[in-house]
């Protein structure tokens, strides 16, 4: 009897915990895969803005939707990054989202996607247009490099004509040099000409010392930085970055350098990040543009979610129906602490 009753016991507890598992997997009738991939695994910035894409949209995930992003890199290769970008839609990705590493060459990656009817949204490094206009699921979201050097030579014609010490010389000219990105990208070019012709425009008078390509690269920045410095020693008086990585190096070479902070020349950026961020707090940099990391990833989630779904997407303001620009905000002394707290 006893035996017979603790059977039935057993018996009613598997079909509880059975039927409660059915429920559970029923729940889940929706299931959006998510490939990432970015140009590179070594770039701060891109990846804080990927951390910030899988937050926001691991919190759009609820009892009858989930989402699994896979993340990847192109390792500086736009032909490895066509191969994991054809990996993961033999995978089964329903949306990609692509940082390419040359922003000229996307030709083989949108016909994967026009074959496989897979939409893909680009970021932070923006096709030229003909090749985004090829089909009606391709998408940008980024910002504009123009603005961004307009903000920068903004920052730094302000700070010389409130400092007249950063002409150290007294000769009525700045002289200068630039850290640029690499040779012949888009964004590298606009930042530099937008930046030295807003300064110019500002009415101040410029002398360009050297220019050295870094490659976005903190490490390489601070090499350039330290050759400069011995080949031009005090004369420098104004360093001008594509990025802040790039200037957080040549913060890191003055540092080493042995001249006093009182001796180093203005420093700006752009990207805002944290490590350039505290820098222009502490008076190293005297400022950055921040690119809103926050803002595009957000964007990004909510278009691969409202796009899978089949979501009118006016409400997305798309330009074009295609792009999305955020804004750049301008970073100095006086406002660096609105952006650290965040």
Not at 243 to 264: F, H, L, Q
Not at 288 to 295: L, M, P, Q, S
Not at 298 to 327: T, W
Request: glycine share 6%; net charge negative.
């Amino acid at each position: 009897m006893n035996k017979r009753i603790v059977s039935l016991i057993m018996a009613f507890v598997l079909i509880y915990n059975f039927t409660g598992c059915q429920k559970k997997e029923k729940n889940f009738n929706e299931t959006l895969r998510v490939g990432v991939v970015t140009y590179t695994q070594d770039d701060p910035f891109i990846n804080a803005m990927t951390q910030e894409l899988k937050d926001n949209l691991k919190s759009m995930e609820n009892d009858n939707f989930r989402i699994i992003v896979s993340e990847k890199n192109g390792d500086d290769s736009q032909r490895d990054q066509d191969e994991v970008v054809e990996e993961m839609i033999d995978a089964g990705c329903d949306i990609m989202c692509v940082n390419l590493v040359d922003r000229t060459a996307p030709g083989k990656i949108i016909k994967l996607a026009r074959q496989n009817n897979i939409p893909i949204i680009f970021f932070n490094r923006e096709p030229v247009k003909e090749d985004l206009m090829q089909w009606n699921k391709l998408y940008y979201v980024g910002c504009d490099a123009e603005q961004s050097g307009v903000m920068q030579g903004q920052i730094a014609a302000d700070y010389i004509k409130a400092n007249k010490n950063v002409d150290k010389n007294n000769d009525g000219k700045i002289q200068y040099v630039l850290l640029e990105g690499e040779a012949g990208h888009q964004d590298a070019i606009s930042r530099t000409d937008c930046s030295v012709k807003t300064i110019i425009n500002n009415g101040i008078n410029l002398e360009k010392l050297s220019y050295q390509f870094a490659d976005w690269n903190r490490g390489q920045a601070e090499n350039r930085t330290t050759q400069l410095i011995d080949q031009y020693g005090n004369n420098i008086e104004m360093i001008i970055s594509n990025n802040d990585e790039m200037a957080i190096g040549a913060v890191e070479a003055y540092k080493k350098s042995g001249y006093g902070e009182d001796e180093w020349p203005i420093i700006c950026g752009i990207d805002g990040l944290n490590d350039a961020l505290i820098a222009v707090k502490e008076g190293q940099m005297q400022g950055t543009v921040y690119n809103d990391k926050e803002d595009q990833s957000m964007e990004i989630a909510k278009l691969v979610v409202d796009i899978f779904k089949g979501n009118d997407l006016k409400k997305h303001n798309l330009d074009s129906g295609k792009y999305y620009v955020s804004q750049y905000k301008k970073v100095d002394i006086n406002n660096v602490d609105d952006f650290i707290s965040r």
